[in-house]
């Protein structure tokens, strides 16, 4: 085929058929556009023949070689795709390590993991969350979580490759928990009255307590389960509960906890499980 085409006789049939093909038009005077079309596709077919002949013949490439080539760009591209992949994964995570930057730098003691929120339970009233990172990733049952802002939970449960946040909107929570300006001491505790308004409860205050609106909301550290002074929340309203007889405040956090994304999770802190190694000894 290849001698085919680089002969001069193959030329010479194409171009001698060009020219009976135009003769024959010519001659019967035919004016169809129809065919005029035609011919003009005709023509500008062979040139392209031609054409790719001419270019063929300079390459000197056989149909195998170009084919290793294309093949071998394939290969390239798709490796590029997989490393542009890999770069947003590194953009991505380096973005949530600057978000707890200021975190770390203020507790240096801190040994903590960033994830994200994979899902959330639709079944749970208090917001509940799966992260992206679990056991693999030192990240144990207890661990308290962070936002950006403030507190978020703690993992309730952990596998693997993920863990489940349980909120401080949620009445599973009980964090010990201090007023920063009254000194007054509590618990917090989720309520399904206030959690689809991103609040939780400061609950179990004495009845001549000092909490006052727009007071600051702090972890205590006395358990050794969550370090101490991890901000909550802010103080939005003084409560009283009539079945418990006992003063409450509502805490809004400064994290909206029904739509947060990026968390880092604290797995190692200093005084971690103090409380519960002096319990056991």
Do not use: C
């Amino acid at each position: 085929m290849k001698e085919l085409w680089e002969s001069g006789k193959i030329k010479i049939f194409l171009s001698v058929l060009l020219v009976l093909v135009m003769l024959t038009l010519f001659t019967r005077k035919v004016e169809n556009n129809v065919l005029s079309t035609s011919v003009n596709t005709l023509t500008y077919g062979l040139s392209k023949v031609s054409a790719a002949a001419k270019d063929r013949n300079t390459d000197g490439m056989s149909y195998d070689e170009l084919k290793d080539e294309y093949d071998a760009a394939v290969d390239a591209n798709r490796e590029l795709r997989a490393r542009l992949v890999d770069y947003y994964d590194v953009k991505e995570e380096n973005a949530r390590l600057w978000k707890f930057y200021e975190l770390k730098k203020e507790h240096k003691d801190y040994q903590f993991v960033p994830a994200t929120a994979l899902r959330r339970d639709s079944n749970d009233e208090f917001y509940s969350f799966t992260i992206d990172k679990g056991t693999a990733s030192d990240i144990t049952t207890g661990d308290p979580v962070m936002g950006e802002n403030g507190l978020i939970g703690y993992i309730s449960e952990a596998d693997v490759n993920t863990a489940k946040v349980v909120t401080i909107l949620s009445p599973q929570s009980g964090i010990g928990a201090i007023d920063k300006a009254s000194k007054d001491t509590g618990i917090i505790t989720g309520s399904a009255k206030f959690a689809d308004d991103n609040q939780t409860m400061f609950a179990k205050l004495k009845s001549e307590h000092k909490v006052k609106e727009g007071d600051i909301i702090t972890t205590t550290g006395v358990s050794g389960i969550y370090p101490k002074n991890l901000i909550i929340g802010e103080v939005k309203d003084i409560g009283y509960d009539t079945y418990d007889t006992s003063y409450y405040a509502i805490v809004e956090p400064y994290e909206d906890i029904r739509k947060i994304t990026d968390v880092a999770v604290i797995t190692d802190f200093e005084g971690e499980g103090e409380i519960l190694k002096r319990t056991s000894e």
